[in-house]
C-alpha cells in the first residue's frame, strides 16, 4: 500500500512538472520526453509486463518519438493524404502533447483506490499455462468477428466492389465486427500455440482466413497476421530459428503494411482484382519512403488538428465523448467540420489538445483510470477468465491508441466504451457464478 502511495506521488510530482513546462513553453523538448519516459517506465515496473496500460502508453509516446526525429528530415508529402507538412514552429508542441497524452494515462490509471497485487509475466505464465489447450469453443468464439464481417460489409461488397470502401461510415455491425478482429487473433493465436500439430493446421487456417479478409478490404490490419504467425511459431529452444524467425517477421510485416497501400491504388477493388493484380506489385524506393511517411504521418496530422486549424467548440467534445449512437449524439451534424479534408479525418490526440490545454489534460487522465480500474478487476478473475480478459484489454487498448494515431477522438473513445460493456458483462457472470457456488453448499454447512 506504501509502495503505490509512494507511486502516485512520484507521477504526480513529474506530471506537475510537465504541466508547468507545458504552459511556460520552457525547455520543452528534451525535457517533456524525458519525463515522459520515466513516468511510462514506472507503470511498467509496477505492472511487471506488457498490459493494456502500458501497450497504449508505448504506442502513443513512441509513435511521438519517432515522429518527431522523422519529421525534421521530412521534406515531400509522399505517403499522406494531405498536400501540408506540419511547420517547424509546431514540433516540439506536437512532440510534447504525444509525450503528456501517455504521462497522463498512466498517471490516471495509478489513481484508482484499491489496487491489486499484479503476477508478473512469469507468474502468469506459469498459472495460465494450457488453460485454453482442451478448449474448441475458443476456436469458434475467435471465428465469429470473421462471420461478422462477412455479414455487416456484404460477401459481394469483399469479393468485388468500385470503390477502395473509403466511405466515412461504415455499418455498425461491420465496424465491431472488424475491431473485435484484432481481440479474435490475439486469442486464437494463444489457442493454435498450445495445440498438437493437426489442431495447430487448423489455428493458422483460422489465423489465414482473417488475412483473406483484412486482403479483401486493403486493411492495414493485415500486419498483425505476421505478427501472430510469429508468435505461435515462436520457440526459446534455437537462437538460430528464433533470428530467423524475427527476420522474416519484421519484412512480412513491412510487406504487409505496404501492400494495403498498393491495393488502394488500383482502379477496381476486391478480393477478385487484388488477386488479380498481385503479379503487378513493385516495390521501388519511393514506395517504402510513402510507406514509411504513411506510418509517421500520425505526427503531421495531430501537430495539425491541434494547432493549425480551427478551434472546436466545446460542444463538439461532448458528442465526441458521449455513448450514444452518432445520430443521437449529434455527430454526423459535426462530422465534417472534424476533417482535414474528405479522405484524413482530424486525429485524437490533436482534437484533444484542441478543445484546451485542461480538457486534454482531464480527458486523458479519465481514460487512464478507465483503463486501470479494468486491469484490476481483470486480475481479480478466475484464471482461465483472466487469460481471456487479459487479451481482450490489451488488444482493445492498443487498438484505442492507434485509432488516437490518425482518426477521431470519437472513433477512439467508443473502443473504451466496448472494452467497459464486456468487463460489465463479466463482471455481472462471474458474481452469478460466486453467488451460485455459495448457494450450492449444504445448508448445515453454511449454519457452520
Not at 147 to 161: D, K, N, V, Y
Not at 172 to 185: D, K, P
Not at 348 to 366: K, P, Q, V
Request: with cysteine; proline share 4%; charged share 10%.
Amino acid at each position: 500500500m506504501k509502495k503505490s502511495q509512494n507511486l502516485k506521488l512520484i507521477l504526480l510530482i513529474l506530471c506537475s512538472i510537465a504541466i508547468m513546462l507545458q504552459l511556460t513553453d520552457t525547455y520543452v523538448v528534451p525535457v517533456i520526453p524525458i519525463l515522459a519516459f520515466i513516468v511510462v517506465l514506472l507503470i511498467f515496473i509496477q505492472k511487471r509486463r506488457i498490459n493494456g496500460i502500458t501497450s497504449s502508453c508505448a504506442i502513443i509516446f513512441l509513435s511521438g518519438f519517432i515522429g518527431y526525429f522523422s519529421a525534421q528530415k521530412k521534406n515531400s508529402v509522399a505517403g499522406t493524404s494531405i498536400g501540408i507538412i506540419l511547420p517547424v514552429d509546431y514540433f516540439n508542441k506536437t512532440f510534447s502533447m504525444f509525450c503528456l497524452a501517455a504521462m497522463f494515462i498512466s498517471f490516471g490509471s495509478s489513481l484508482r483506490k484499491n489496487a491489486n497485487s499484479y503476477y508478473s509475466a512469469s507468474a502468469l505464465n506459469s498459472i495460465n499455462k494450457n488453460l485454453v489447450s482442451n478448449n474448441p469453443s475458443t476456436y469458434l468464439l475467435s471465428l465469429m468477428p470473421l462471420f461478422g464481417a462477412f455479414i455487416g460489409f456484404g460477401f459481394s461488397q469483399l469479393i468485388s466492389r468500385s470503390t477502395h470502401l473509403t466511405i466515412q461510415q461504415f455499418p455498425i455491425f461491420a465496424r465491431v465486427s472488424l475491431a473485435a478482429s484484432l481481440i479474435a487473433l490475439g486469442v486464437l493465436s494463444l489457442w493454435t500455440k498450445q495445440q498438437t500439430k493437426l489442431l495447430r493446421f487448423i489455428g493458422f487456417l483460422g489465423i489465414f482466413c482473417y488475412a483473406l479478409l483484412f486482403f479483401s478490404l486493403s486493411s492495414r490490419y493485415l500486419t498483425f497476421i505476421p505478427i501472430c504467425v510469429a508468435f505461435v511459431c515462436f520457440k526459446k529452444s534455437s537462437r538460430l530459428q528464433t533470428i530467423f524467425l524475427l527476420f522474416v517477421s519484421v519484412f512480412s510485416t513491412l510487406f504487409c503494411y505496404m501492400l494495403p497501400l498498393f491495393l488502394r491504388s488500383l482502379t477496381n477493388h476486391g478480393f477478385v482484382p487484388y488477386a488479380a493484380n498481385m503479379r503487378s506489385i513493385t516495390f521501388r524506393a519511393t514506395d517504402f519512403q510513402a510507406a514509411f511517411q504513411n506510418f509517421i504521418f500520425s505526427f503531421d496530422v495531430n501537430g495539425l488538428t491541434a494547432f493549425s486549424i480551427q478551434e472546436f467548440p466545446l460542444r463538439d467534445l461532448l458528442v465526441e465523448v458521449s455513448p450514444l449512437p452518432g445520430d443521437l449524439a449529434g455527430w454526423y451534424k459535426i462530422s465534417d467540420m472534424h476533417r482535414l479534408n474528405s479522405a484524413t479525418p482530424a486525429a485524437a490526440i490533436g482534437e484533444a489538445m484542441n478543445y484546451g490545454f485542461i480538457n486534454f489534460i482531464l480527458l486523458f487522465s479519465i481514460i487512464g483510470l478507465a483503463m486501470g480500474y479494468m486491469q484490476d478487476k481483470v486480475d481479480s478473475f478466475p484464471p482461465k477468465l483472466r487469460v481471456y480478459s487479459n487479451i481482450v484489454l490489451t488488444s482493445g487498448s492498443v487498438y484505442f491508441a492507434v485509432l488516437c494515431l490518425q482518426y477521431n477522438l470519437r472513433s477512439a473513445i467508443r473502443i473504451i466504451y466496448y472494452l467497459f460493456v464486456y468487463f460489465f458483462l463479466v463482471k455481472i457472470t462471474v458474481n452469478k457464478k460466486s453467488n451460485d457456488s455459495d448457494n450450492n453448499f449444504p445448508l448445515d454447512y453454511r449454519e457452520m
